[in-house]
């Protein structure tokens, strides 16, 4: 671990314990951790990628029952989307010998899962589902819309099967308007809603982020949507149809930037990593890599409590600005220069301030940055690459990353659940299934004797 990282952890806990001793009120007598509150709760999964499974992984991993039903040779697309991949274990289930390696965008989303292959374009297939509908609490189903509804399988359908049944669609642009039939891509809405005109340099071509942020905010809104629906089953007794998309998620995740055009009609521009109204904050290059520094807000200096009302004696002086122009750049004259003495003077003279910080950063190392700013009360943090990221200190600290045992591939690495409850995280019951590891187990629970699920093997129904 690098000796960055290292002072990482001091740093933290510099910035961050006060806060805690101030606001937290932690009941240590609490009991650890709480029973899955989905317990019991069956979900029928119909989505394939990452939106839909991120949401039906959130619902797992409260305890749902989620029955991931795939396609038959192939399965979810995300399968065949390697390398990189797990590798396969010589004692492997026999009969899974023929499948390709667990690739590792698949493991990264199908945890507490089971894993059935069904061909529902056959009536016998069909069967199948429609007898999972009527046991299951929730189905969630990322098809274009109107598709499901072709195999037997839409909302109206559905209801008649099951009224109680909760029916997640998620989908591109949603079930009406002229995009309805639309296919859903995350990079394409990134594009049409506005993220790509936003993210990139000032000076450069619109850029995409580096991880599909609109497919996971839409699963994020998916899981929040269906836990309402269930809560709203409990007052009712009906079932709902939750209408959820690519394209309304993004939108709603322009926040700020969509405000500032519907408000003010203020167009939104990229603007690299700074901040179109704070100065400095932005990402500065060191002479072996880089840190993002935010020293930008004019803090009120007084001795009274942070819950007081301001009083006509407060006075306004850049703080954190005042601290890293003395402490970092060496030039105490910075913060009383009519320039940079405010944030609004600093936006003004942004170029010149950052050439300034840029030239003394470039001086020296990033460890060596990283030192000086610890524990300074001057935002900032250090540029991370992946393997850096997960070396980080918190990372080991909070037990951010859990092992489990899978069948195929032995001991595999998992991002853990992020949220704790009384200081525990729900645990990893089920490592992400191998294809059709569940099917036999499934469809005997339905009441199929092996005679019958040897002969929809055969017909490669499943």
Known sequence: MSSALLRSGPRLRLLLAPRRARYLNVD???????????????????TRVLAGPTSTMLLADLGADVIKVEEVTKGDDTRSWYPPSAPVLSSAPQESSHLPPESAYFLAVNRNKRSITVNFKEPEGLAIIHKLVKGADVLVENFISGKLAEFGLGWEDCRKLNPRLIYASITGYGQTGPFRRAAGYDVIVEAEAGLMHITGEPDGPPCKVGVAVTDIATGLYAHGAIMAALLSRQQTGQGVWIDCNLFESQLAGLANIASNYLIAGQQGSRHGTSHPSIVPYQVFPCNDGFIMIGAGNDKQVNNRSPFSEPAKSDCFVPRQFKLFAEKILERPDLPTDSKFSTNKARVANRAELVSLITAKLQKEGRDHWIAKLTGLGVPFGPINDIEQTFQHPQVAARQMVTEVEHPRAGKIKLVSP????????????????????????????LGYNDKEIADLRQKKII
Do not use: C, F
């Not at 007598?29 to 119909?46: E, F, W, Y």
């Not at 992020?418 to 187990?441: C, D, F, K, W």
């Open 28 to 46: 240590h007598g609490a009991p650890k951790g709480i029973p899955p509150p989905l317990k019991g709760v069956k979900v029928l999964d119909l």
């Open 418 to 445: 992020a949220v704790t409850y009384n200081g525990e995280r729900m645990p990893i019951a089920r490592p992400p299934p191998y294809l059709s590891q569940h099917t036999t187990e499934v469809l005997t629970e």
